[in-house]
């Protein structure tokens, strides 16, 4: 009998598709504004229209978000993790070309932290010489790997080996370069009115607007409310494991008139992952696929970052627990806490993702967030 059940927000109740319009212009600034490498200044600008919003993801990412998929297929969820390797791979591509005659420089950039200074330093350099961005390399680089998760990151130091001759460490784990591209796509995201709020720091370039008013829900609002209704009138707990920010769950939530319906205790967002990573001696990420997110969203927010990474696992009566979510992260994370998994088929790969959930057997594939009810009355 299901007794918990624990949402995923992004692809299950409300839509990707701002987040990634966020990451492909948050790619596109850290390469081309005079902020950061500055290598096409005369195409920067922070009011694109729906129609320059599309071209820009489809150059990043590809016409079909091919470079999404595969970032997703090998379980990488967070839109930061995604920014970050995305842009990472592509300084690799653009140091390349300029390896012969700045093998110095590039070497020693590659030992130090990688902050906005470095890179201001690495694009005036950069724009002395004729280089080209290239985001379709990423599909054929990393077809050739096999790393799944963060230790993506770990082969972008491979990259770096084979490409520019350096030995580094500098692309692992969360680094100074990660923050970066994780403070740019908050700017693109929140808009201007929310960036210190949500990140603590201001905006390093004002006039974007954000995303955060415009949120598309899944299903209708109506019936998402009349959903979390039915399980609590049923007795079924409910919760919230996002890799989105509290900003970023809470006020729409709000403004949906959902937050009514929760326990703020059990809306486990990407600021407590965080916050918990900057708790550990050892630095890590504990962003999904490791089920931090879903055992703090199982046992609450009052809970010690401690008693959750020591939970044993699967955990007790892992079976009363359901998680819902869209990613094969999600299905990973819910696998190593022994619990349930029902897949939805409102992600970024719609009703294409049902081979990959067959293939991992998930417990239930549901055409949306709304079956859920159906499961519930049969339990």
Same mark, same amino acid.
């Given at each position: ?28 600034? $850290? ?10 200044? #005369? ?40 920014? &970050? ?16 005659? *700045? ?13 906005? *200074? ?30 799944? +998760?963060?230790? $993506? ?39 201007? *009115? ?16 954000? !995303? ?20 609590? #009138? ?57 089920? !931090? ?7 609450? @927010? ?6 959750? $990474? ?8 892992? #079976? ?39 293939? &991992?057997?998930?417990? &239930? ?7 859920? @009810?159906?499961?519930?009355? +049969?339990?």
């Amino acid at each position: 009998m299901i007794k918990t059940v624990l949402f995923d927000v992004d692809g299950v109740l409300l839509s990707e598709e701002h987040y990634f319009d966020a990451s492909a212009l948050t790619v596109w600034e $850290l390469l081309i504004s005079n902020n950061y490498l500055g290598l096409a200044l #005369e195409k920067f600008k922070t009011n694109y229209s729906a129609a320059e919003i599309k071209t820009i993801r489809e150059n990043v990412f590809g016409k079909n978000d091919d470079v999404l998929k595969l970032m997703k297929s090998r379980g990488l969820n967070a839109n930061w993790d995604m920014i &970050y390797l995305s842009f990472g791979h592509q300084l690799i591509h653009l140091l390349s070309q300029i390896k012969e005659k *700045e093998d110095d420089r590039i070497n020693s950039w590659l030992q130090e932290p990688i902050d906005r *200074e470095v890179l201001l330093e690495m694009g005036r350099v950069l724009q002395k010489y004729e280089v080209n961005i290239d985001f379709d390399r990423f599909i054929s680089d990393f077809a050739q790997s096999t790393e799944t +998760k963060q230790e $993506l990151f770990n082969y972008l130091n491979q990259l770096a080996s084979v490409q520019l001759g350096v030995q580094t460490t500098i692309f692992s784990g969360i680094s100074a370069l990660w923050s970066v591209c994780e403070h740019t796509s908050q700017e693109w995201y929140v808009g201007d *009115e929310n960036v210190e709020k949500s990140t603590g720091r201001r905006s390093v370039q004002l006039g974007k607007k954000g !995303f955060l008013a415009n949120e598309t829900t899944l299903a209708d609002k109506a019936e998402i409310e009349a959903l979390f209704s039915f399980l609590k #009138e049923s007795g079924v707990k409910i919760g919230i494991g996002t890799g989105r920010p509290e900003l970023e769950t809470i006020q729409p939530f709000h403004h949906l008139d959902w937050l009514k319906l929760f326990d703020v205790n059990y809306i486990v967002t990407a600021d407590d992952v965080l916050k918990a990573e900057n708790e550990l001696v050892e630095r890590q990420s504990l962003s999904k696929p490791h089920p !931090f997110t879903y055992i703090m969203g199982l046992n609450g @927010r009052k809970t010690s970052v401690e008693t959750c $990474l020591n939970t044993p696992l699967p955990i007790e009566k892992g #079976e009363e627990v359901l998680v819902v979510g869209d990613s094969l992260a999600d299905l990973l994370a819910a696998r190593k806490m022994g619990c349930q998994f029902a897949a939805v088929l409102t992600g970024l790969s719609g009703k294409d993702a049902r081979s990959d959930f067959e293939k &991992y057997e998930a417990d &239930y594939i549901l055409d949306t967030v709304l079956d859920v @009810r159906g499961l519930i009355e +049969k339990n």
